[in-house]
T-cell receptor, first 112, second 118 residues
Framework: GENVEQHPSTLSVQEGDSAVIKCTYS??????FPWYKQELGKRPQLIID?????GEKKDQRIAVTLNKTAKHFSLHITETQPEDSAVYFC???????????FGKGTSLLVTP | GAVVSQHPSRVICKSGTSVKIECRSL??????MFWYRQFPKKSLMLMAT?????????EQGVEKDKFLINHASLTLSTLTVTSAHPEDSSFYIC??????????????FGPGTRLTVT
């Protein structure tokens, strides 16, 4: 089955700096890669996703890059703000109907 | 986006009793629902995949007789934790995937249910 590795497990940055979280996956058939933000005690919220037919996607301060050959994808947050502090999960899955395989999560702390 | 609700949000039960958790898609029809379990400061662990009208597919290591899943309609799936024990205490989250093709990949998560077994 799919195995998703995520690094780092914790990340502390100063407000205004960039944060990068990296994930690798094992199943070459995976073609959907979402990123979720989860605040304590709340549901995961989709913040950005990318499909295998593109290499990069950007939404304001958030961007995701995908390298299908190397089987890795990354989340980039620029100009970080304290409210970006949360746990971020990457995930991978095949087509519709397949479950998401989550990474172990990255606890991001943005200090003012 | 689509809305998924879960009920109850929090439940405390005694050891040996059973607890039912409901997951509803409020404004779309969900052909597939997923049940996850999350321990504190840990990732989401897939427990089972539930397709409407058919038996759930359980992940390895998840006891199907202990965690009963029913997906009787396109808007409702239930997870029943039978004969609960303290080690079943956890945060249970469902997610739903739609059928109309607008978002063929995206999963919409419920708010989760915090189960505490005393």
């Amino acid at each position: 089955g799919e195995n998703v590795e995520q690094h780092p497990s914790t990340l502390s940055v100063q407000e205004g700096d960039s944060a990068v979280i990296k994930c690798t996956y094992s199943d070459s058939a995976s073609n959907y890669f979402p990123w979720y933000k989860q605040e304590l005690g709340k549901r995961p919220q989709l913040i950005i996703d990318i499909r295998s037919n593109v290499g990069e996607k950007k939404d304001q301060r958030i961007a995701v890059t995908l390298n299908k050959t190397a089987k890795h994808f990354s989340l980039h947050i620029t100009e970080t703000q304290p409210e970006d502090s949360a746990v971020y999960f990457c995930a991978a899955s095949r087509n519709s109907g397949y479950a998401l395989n989550f990474g172990k999560g990255t606890s991001l702390l943005v200090t003012p | 986006g689509a809305v998924v609700s879960q009920h109850p949000s929090r439940v405390i039960c005694k050891s040996g009793t059973s607890v039912k958790i409901e997951c509803r898609s409020l404004d779309f029809q969900a052909t597939t629902m997923f049940w996850y379990r999350q321990f504190p400061k840990k990732s989401l662990m897939l427990m089972a995949t539930s397709n409407e009208g058919s038996k759930a597919t359980y992940e390895q290591g998840v006891e199907k007789d202990k965690f009963l899943i029913n997906h009787a309609s396109l808007t409702l799936s239930t997870l029943t934790v039978t004969s609960a024990h303290p080690e079943d205490s956890s945060f249970y989250i469902c997610s739903a995937r739609g059928r109309d093709g607008r978002h063929p990949y995206e999963q919409y998560f419920g708010p989760g249910t915090r189960l505490t077994v005393t």
